[in-house]
Every structure is written in C-alpha cells, then in structure tokens.
C-alpha cells in the first residue's frame, strides 16, 4: 500500500491565515507536514517564529526542490498569481486562500492546473471553515443542484449584526472587525462585496461549471444600506444580509448574483450572524440542507487550509466534474428580481424601468417602493448603487413566468391602479 506523502511546505505571508496555519501544524504532528521556510514582505517585523524561518526572496522557496507544496497566503493578488503560476511550473503542489487571484485568474489556472497536473486547492477561499468547494464538487450531481443561497462574507455579515442588533454604527462595526481578523486589509473588498463575488465566481465553478470573470456578475455591497432600510426589515420581521444566490431555472440556464437581501426571521440564513457564514443547497431529493461555520479568522481559515494540506498526502486533485464531466450550465441573465429601493430623491428614480411597482411609501421620512425589474437593467445600469440609493432584493426575489405576470400588470393598468 502506498504510504502517505511527507509533505515540506513553502510558506507564503504569516499574518492571520499564515500565523495561523503555522500554530495550527504545530498541533498536528500526525499530518507528517513541515514548514521548510516562510517569506514574507516586510523583513523588520516581529514574529512569534525562529527568525531563521523567515525570508523575503520568492526563490528560495520556488526553487527549493524539497519543498513540494507551496502554500499560499498573502494579501498581493498580483504577486499571489505571479507565485501560484511559478509554483504549479516547477511541479509544485499549490494550496491558497487568496479569492480575488484565484476569481480573477481562474481560468489561466485551470490552463496551468490541466498542463502540469498539479493540484491547486483553494478551500479556505470561500467560506474559511466550511467545506463547501469540496461537498459541490464531490457530492452534488449537475442535475440535482437546484440552488445555493449564502452569507460568504464574514466582515459584511459581522457589520450588518452590530448595526441592527447592538446599536453601532457603521464605521465602529468596521473597526472592530478589522480589529478581530475578519475584514480584507482594503474594507472596500468586503464592504463593496468584491470579495463576495470572488467567493461567488469560485463556487459557481464547482457548483454548476460556469467560469466568469467577478466583473461579469452582478453585484454590490453593503455600502448603501441605512438604518431606515432596516427599520423596514425589523417591521417586516426580516433581517438584511448580503446574499450570493444562484438559481437553476426552468430553461436549464442559471441565474446569479450577489445583492443584499431580505431574509425572512425563519430561514436558514437568518441564523447566521457575525462572521459565521452559511450556504444553504436545494437538491433534488434531499431538499434544503445548511452548512454554517466560521467564514474568517486566524484558526477557522487555518483549518480548511491545513485540510487541503491533508487531501494533498493522498493525491487529490479537483476534477471540476460540472466543467470537464458535464455540459456546464450557462448564466441566464433573462429573469425579473422583486427589489425594495429606498431613496431620498424621487427624481433620481427611473420608474418607468420597473415592469410594475408593488408598493409605494413616499410619507416616510426615506421613501421606498417595492418594484419588480428585469435583471439586465440593474446589470447595465448604475442608478440603484449611486445618489445614496439603497437596493435590497426582497425573500425569493426571481420570478422567471413574466408573461403571468405582466398579464397582471396590464390587469392593474386596466383598473387603474397603477
Ligand atoms: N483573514 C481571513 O479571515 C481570511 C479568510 C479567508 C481567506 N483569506 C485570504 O488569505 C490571504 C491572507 O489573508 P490574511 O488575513 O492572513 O492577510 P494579512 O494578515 O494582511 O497578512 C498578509 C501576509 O502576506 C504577506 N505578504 C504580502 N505580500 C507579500 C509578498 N509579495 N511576498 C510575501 N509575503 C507577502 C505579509 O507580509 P508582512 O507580514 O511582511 O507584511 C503578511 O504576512 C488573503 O488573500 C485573504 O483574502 C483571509
């Protein structure tokens, strides 16, 4: 029987993830894993490590031949690629957490992933803790994978917890989860939700074979969001969080996207607060099930890197079964979204765009409707993201039958109710 690989690790960053991981392999002897060296940026810093571990030359680990794994965490997505592709060359076994490289260059690095046949492990990329790539790609069938709805932002979802349950302001809550290791070095990443559709476009690969660049979805953040929108949410006995979706349709096709949303008290998501993450699968058979797990920190990250460092002994590779092995499915962007937009300024609003308009509240003190609207006029269009306008989709916000419906838009146009 063949025994299991001894792996020496090349180390790249030790800040949050990279301290982490190297406690974290301190307490695991059994896994026969070593780090060999570490390189960092920034040679004047102190480091709870034996400074003999410690460089900042790339080569001495990329061209170190009894390093095979190079593991992969820094906060340079340029210079993260420029190592995940030098490693892979030199027939190195890759593990990284680094989203916005990986989402970015995916499909150059499925490219390299097929020419030298090493394996390139991202776990921890989506979701930290949980162990979502992994389960989409080994357990769920093409056909069988009806939808995924998730909280994969911890900072986001840590922010949104502190401001609607205890009180703090928006700047204080980003504070403090920089503070506590959650939030992206930039804010922006996470506050904008770049850093969600990078997650996004890595888990629509594994969950349906849909290679997009994270430009090419549609998405936004939680920047615009006020304490009126979640006045109405408290009223309405739901919650807001930032939610990345993907839909199977009836056509077959896939509809995605990252939006805020409202989540009804009830649901799955509704439980996941601070920055705990959770992914909520609707298959077939099996119906709804929920992965819940820490999305960020030192040790939770570690973990579901340390568990790619594990899969590496016996070889494992992702076979990216819906891109290779199936007919991967295709993004549809012909679908209607149910969105509440709040507003200070009517005149900045196209209503005329909306297919009709449910609600209307122009008594309150921040105005806000209930619309229905095609998905391609929020794609091609910046109206709802600018002139502190906030966009929030409502629960079950896809409606594919829109012939039934605008059937009863002209119904309402006929009675003259709108
Ligand atoms: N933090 C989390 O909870 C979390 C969760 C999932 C994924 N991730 C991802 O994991 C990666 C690391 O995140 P982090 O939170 O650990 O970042 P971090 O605390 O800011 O640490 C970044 C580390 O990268 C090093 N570094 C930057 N550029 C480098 C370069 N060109 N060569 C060598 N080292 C370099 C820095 O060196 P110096 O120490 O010398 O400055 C530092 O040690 C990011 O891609 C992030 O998106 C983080």
Redesign the pocket.
């Known amino acids: 029987m063949e025994t299991h690989k001894q792996l020496t690790i090349g180390l ?7 301290e982490g991981l190297y406690k974290v392999l301190q307490q695991t002897p059994s896994l026969k894993a070593t780090i060999k060296k570490v ?4 040679p004047d ?1 102190k480091r709870n490590a034996p400074e003999s571990l410690f460089t ?1 030359d ?1 080569n001495e680990l990329l061209g170190d031949p009894e390093i095979n794994v190079i593991v992969e ?5 340029d ?2 690629f420029a ?1 995940v592709t030098t490693a892979l060359q030199n027939g190195k076994e890759v593990v990284s ?5 990986l989402a970015e260059h995916l499909p150059a690095l499925l490219e390299l992933q097929k020419r030298t046949e090493q394996s390139l492990l991202y776990e ?2 989506a979701c ?1 803790s949980i162990p979502v790539i992994r389960n989409l790609e080994e357990y769920y069938d093409n056909d069988l994978l009806h939808s995924i709805r998730a909280v994969v932002n ?1 900072s986001t979802n840590f922010i949104l917890t502190k401001m609607f349950e205890e009180g703090l302001d928006f700047r204080d809550a980003l504070l403090l989860a920089q503070q506590l ?2 939030a ?2 930039n804010p922006k990443l996470d506050v904008e939700g770049y ?1 969600a559709v990078n997650k996004w476009t890595l888990l629509l690969a594994h969950a349906y074979g849909i290679v997009k660049h994270p430009d090419d979805l549609l998405f936004n953040g939680i920047q615009n969001i006020q304490a009126s929108d979640a006045y109405v949410a408290r009223a309405k006995n739901q919650q807001i969080k930032l939610v990345a979706q993907a839909k199977k349709l009836q056509n077959g096709k896939v509809t995605a996207f990252v939006l805020p949303q409202f989540v009804k008290h009830d649901e799955h998501l509704a439980f996941v607060k601070n920055e705990y993450n959770g992914v909520v699968i609707e298959s077939g058979f099996a119906d709804k099930q929920f992965f819940y797990g820490k999305g ?3 040790f ?2 570690a973990s579901a890197v340390l568990s790619d460092i594990a899969a590496l002994r016996y070889h494992y590779r992702y076979e990216y079964k819906k891109l290779y092995h199936h007919t991967p499915h295709e993004l549809s962007e012909d679908v209607y979204l149910r969105v509440y937009v709040s507003f200070d300024d009517l005149a900045l609003i196209p209503r005329e765009r909306f297919e009709w308009i449910e609600e209307w509240h122009a008594q309150e003190e921040r105005k806000y409707l209930v619309g229905v609207i095609a998905f391609s006029e929020l794609k091609n269009n910046n109206w709802w993201r600018e002139n502190n306008t906030s966009l929030i989709l409502t629960p079950d916000p896809v409606i594919e039958d829109v012939e039934i419906r605008k059937l009863k838009k002209r119904s309402l146009v006929l009675a003259g109710l709108v």
């Open positions: 790249f960053g030790f800040g949050t993830v990279g390189c960092i940026r920034n810093k900042t790339k965490v820094i906060d340079d997505a210079a993260a190592i957490a680094s989203k916005k490289m921890a990329s930290a911890g290791g959650f992206e070095s850093d960020a920190g030192s939770p990250t």
